[in-house]
């Protein structure tokens, strides 16, 4: 189970933190991918970081600006976001497959989603 927070509404060029706590005694066997919706688009991967090695992955319109983490301890992935614009508003997903990231939403697990509303 997955649960995502950390949403909210800020300026443009503000930051977020979401987290993505997760259950089970297996998750750092688990990769993590952070996904996002606006209205009327269809979902599209933002960020993703695999089991073991924790290699990241951005998509090219939040790179330099996002950064995904994980903390195996606490059972949470993180993914900071900074210099925000009204573009990245949506409501972001985390979602976890087994070991590897994949761009696609073939993912096994999902969370609830969270809004992230940037402002002008």
């Known amino acids: 189970q997955l649960q995502a927070s950390g949403g909210g509404l800020v300026q443009a060029g503000g930051s977020l933190r979401l987290s993505c706590a997760a259950s089970g005694r297996t998750f750092s066997s688990y990769a993590i991918g952070w996904f996002r919706q606006a209205p009327g688009k269809e979902r599209e991967f933002v960020a993703g970081?695999?089991?073991?090695?924790?290699?990241?992955y951005y998509a090219d319109f939040v790179k330099g600006r996002f950064t995904i983490s994980r903390s195996n301890a606490e059972n949470t992935v993180y993914l900071q976001m900074n210099n925000l614009k009204p573009e990245d508003t949506a409501v972001y997903y985390c979602?976890?497959?087994?070991?590897?990231?994949?761009?696609?939403?073939?993912?096994?697990?999902w969370g609830q989603g969270t809004q992230v509303t940037v402002s002008s």
């Open positions: 970081i695999s089991a073991y090695s924790g290699s990241t």
């Open positions: 979602a976890a497959r087994w070991n590897t990231v994949v761009v696609s939403s073939a993912y096994n697990y």
